[in-house]
């Protein structure tokens, strides 16, 4: 009964695929967001969508396109994969807009070769 | 938008000793400051969180302190033990999102 749960956990893919990673929250939380961890440990935002609407699009390349088929679930698909993007990819959610807590899936390591 | 620096990046102690983290925070309407512990490998767990009409706040052998005014707020652990060791992030919440410091690795050493 995981609350947020991210799959897959672990992706290693070649440089030019595409790729996806998927996100579930059984919390009932109105947002949900991506958060990208580099090999600095430094979480820098990535997206966020309330209610199935995007709210925040930090300055992410247009290869990374965020879908939110309903408010429980937030995908992240990325085109055409540069070396840069390896890292950890983390799926959040939070109640509220700006005065509860997130809630963090387990995270997707991203290798990119 | 937000801008939160954290110090320092990273602190060692012996076991028992305190370990202290500071925050600052640039944007004057943020009122949610959350603490996360992440241990190797792992997702970020909250450990505490303080909002802005409080100063201070306690849970065992955590706190949390709050100063408004300098837009700044620090984690105290008291009596640390080696299983604190991980990388702790302070965080500040302005309209919609979480803005997260970059960071603090705590090593405590037996």
């Known amino acids: ?113 | 938008g937000e801008n939160v620096e954290q110090h320092p990046s990273t602190l060692s102690v012996q076991e028992g000793d305190s370990a202290v983290i500071k925050c600052t925070y640039s944007d004057s309407a943020s009122n949610y400051f959350p603490w996360y512990k992440q241990e190797l490998g792992k997702r970020p767990q909250l450990i505490i969180d303080i909002r802005s009409n409080v100063g201070e706040k306690k849970d065992q052998r955590i706190a949390v302190t709050l100063n408004k005014t300098a837009k700044h707020f620090s984690l105290h652990i008291t009596e640390t033990q080696p299983e604190d060791s991980a990388v702790y992030f302070c965080a500040a919440s302005g309209y919609s999102t979480l803005t997260f410091g970059k960071g603090t690795m705590l090593l405590v050493s037996p």
């Open chain 1, 1 to 113: 009964d995981t609350a947020v749960s991210q799959t897959p956990k672990y992706l290693v893919t070649q440089m030019g695929n595409d790729k996806s990673i998927k996100c579930e929250q059984n919390l009932g939380h109105d947002t949900m967001y991506w958060y990208k961890q580099d090999s600095k440990k430094f979480l820098k935002i990535m997206f966020s969508y309330n209610n199935k609407e995007l709210i925040i699009n930090e300055t992410v390349p247009n290869r990374f396109s965020p879908k939110s088929p309903d408010k429980a679930h937030l995908n992240l698909h990325i085109n055409s994969l540069e070396l840069g993007d390896s890292a950890v990819y983390f799926c959040a959610s939070r109640s509220e807009p700006n005065n509860s807590p997130l809630h963090f899936g387990n995270g997707t390591r991203l290798t990119v070769t």
